[in-house]
């Protein structure tokens, strides 16, 4: 996975700072603490039967718009890694499909 971003050895966690860093070379990665979150909330509504208030109860937090997409963005990768055109049946874009509309309505 790494390499798909031009990395080839592992992440280093570096302390300090909000969320998480990771550094990889001379490359450094920062995720925002609200990031995991989303991707959590993400999963649930694609997957898990949620409800649009789940990612309500988040909105507080900062970026949460920009957040949800950026989830969303890592989800649609890494299915499309693991499984390529495969993974893409109807049920598989339907369950994405309100999830995005969702994401993109917060990030305004």
């Known amino acids: 996975m790494l390499a798909a971003f031009g990395l080839s050895e592992p992440a280093v966690r570096l302390a300090g700072g909000q969320g998480e860093t990771w550094r990889s070379g001379d490359v450094v990665l920062k995720r925002a603490d609200a990031e995991a979150a989303a991707v959590a909330v993400a999963d649930a509504l694609c997957w898990y039967g949620a409800t649009p ?3 309500a109860r988040w909105a507080h937090l900062p970026e949460w718009g920009q957040m949800l997409v950026r989830a969303l963005i890592y989800r649609l990768t890494t299915d499309e890694l693991a499984g390529g055109a495969a993974t893409w ?3 598989r874009r339907a369950a994405y ?3 995005i509309g969702l994401a993109v309505s917060y990030a305004g």
């Open 53 to 55: 208030d789940l990612a």
């Open 89 to 91: 049946t109807e049920a």
């Open 97 to 99: 499909a309100p999830v």
